[in-house]
């Protein structure tokens, strides 16, 4: 589907959140995909991530997740500096901000006149694990999670002690949860620490491994692989129209002679 774009901003507890919003150009309402970001907010890779959902058949919405720490439309480097600065971030920002932020958002999708309504979430590093988070949300149908980091270290949000994991028996969205075995920063042991905790909480989970580095998702630099990142996508996508169902199908335009080639 060709696709648009547009910014919204919302209120939160925490001061205003710019989002962009990625839906296909056809008229019609779809479900809704929350989609967060690396620690950098929303790079190039990140818009194209977001293009690239909303181009089947979904209304994804990324909100600056630490828009309270920085300027609207903040973009970090992927260097040392934007590295930095986005790690400071995400253990200064506090964690019921993160929920609060999510809760704007459900708010948002539900009644954004393009949205069937039906809610999703998606992210990658840091945003896996806000996709985690977002997943604890009743509105919240199926998750994406995408080498989610510090939930096996409870090391997010202010004083680096989050309880995402301890709070998993509070999800009741299905959870995809997709990992890279040579990820240092979500290690075997942290992976297992996961793994056990899921099924502890009789969470409904899919669990995926691929022989992949971290942030082999991200179209940049040396790390991506795109035959990977297809399937990862692919994932995703399946997941997404199985639980929240596909939504309208736009009408087929006939097209003019003179618009054939």
């Known amino acids: 589907m060709i696709t648009k774009s547009e910014v919204e901003d ?23 995909v929350m989609f967060f970001s690396e620690i950098f907010q929303q790079t190039e890779p990140i818009q194209r991530a977001a293009t690239f959902l909303a181009g089947h058949g979904f209304l994804v919405v990324v909100p600056e997740i630490f828009h309270e720490l920085n300027p609207i439309g903040t973009v970090l480097g992927y260097d040392d500096e934007g590295k930095e600065k986005g790690n400071a971030d995400k253990i200064t920002k506090k964690l019921a ?8 958002l ?3 999708m ?5 949205s069937t309504g039906k809610i999703g979430s998606m ?12 997943a604890m949300h009743p509105r919240v149908l199926a998750a994406s999670c995408l080498y989610a980091t510090d939930i096996h270290s409870s090391s997010l949000g202010e004083g680096k002690n989050d309880d995402s994991l301890a709070r998993a028996g509070d999800i009741n969205a299905e959870l995809q949860m997709i990992w890279g075995r040579q990820d240092p920063h ?10 056990q905790r899921l ?22 630099g040396h790390r991506y692989d795109p ?17 929240l169902s596909q939504g309208d199908i736009p009408d087929t335009t006939e097209v003019s002679p003179d618009q054939d080639c």
């Open 10 to 32: 919302l209120e939160t507890p925490s001061g205003t959140m710019r989002c962009y919003v990625y839906r296909p150009l056809a008229a019609g309402r779809y479900p809704a």
């Open 227 to 243: 035959e990977l990142s297809l399937i990862c996508y692919q994932l995703a996508i399946g997941l997404f129209n199985r639980k």
């Open 199 to 220: 099924t502890e909480a009789e969470c409904h989970f899919t669990w995926h491994e691929f022989n992949a580095p971290h942030a082999f998702l991200r179209d940049e």
């Open 123 to 134: 992210g990658i590093c840091i945003g896996g694990h806000l996709s985690f988070r977002a």
């Open 106 to 108: 459900v708010t948002f």
């Open 110 to 114: 539900e009644k954004h006149p393009a």
């Open 186 to 195: 979500v290690p075997a042991e942290g992976r297992l620490a996961i793994y």
């Open 97 to 104: 901000h993160y929920d609060s932020d999510v809760e704007a």
